[in-house]
Nanobody, 133 residues
């Protein structure tokens, strides 16, 4: 079974930046679509961004972003380190949440499938991001 561990969270002032990491063990992330989700207090978990698998199986390849973070967040992967990153710039107080990464082995050409937590097989424990002055 794959294990995922997030790191890089913390407290930052509005306009600041953080880079979250999602490191995997026991299975290569190249075989998975990896998504970042966040959950703020009193709110439902929402998809922030996801990046397709890179093992050659046809899949929606392009990184995808929620409209609320588009232009500010960038998702990327380092296959050699078996890690997926979420670079978060120009952070706003409304970005405050627990951020979790998840890996999906689901194969589909429909990118909207990865909005749902149902298609993800493995989850990390989450890392807190707090944006405040």
């Amino acid at each position: 079974q794959m294990q995922l561990v997030e790191s890089g969270g913390g407290q930052v002032q509005p306009g600041g930046s953080l880079r979250l990491s999602c490191s995997a063990s026991r299975l290569s992330l190249t075989h998975a679509t990896v998504g970042w989700f966040r959950q703020a207090p009193g709110k439902e978990r929402e998809a922030v961004s996801w990046i397709g698998r890179t093992d050659g199986i046809p899949n929606y390849p392009d990184p995808t972003y929620a409209s609320s973070v588009k232009g500010r967040f960038t998702i990327s992967r380092d296959n050699a380190k078996n890690t997926v990153y979420l670079q978060m710039n120009d952070l706003k107080p409304e970005d405050t949440a627990v951020y979790s990464c998840a890996a999906s082995l689901y194969i589909t050409r429909d990118p909207t499938s990865f909005l749902s937590t149902d298609v993800y097989d493995y989850w990390g424990q989450g890392t807190q991001v707090t944006v405040s002055s």
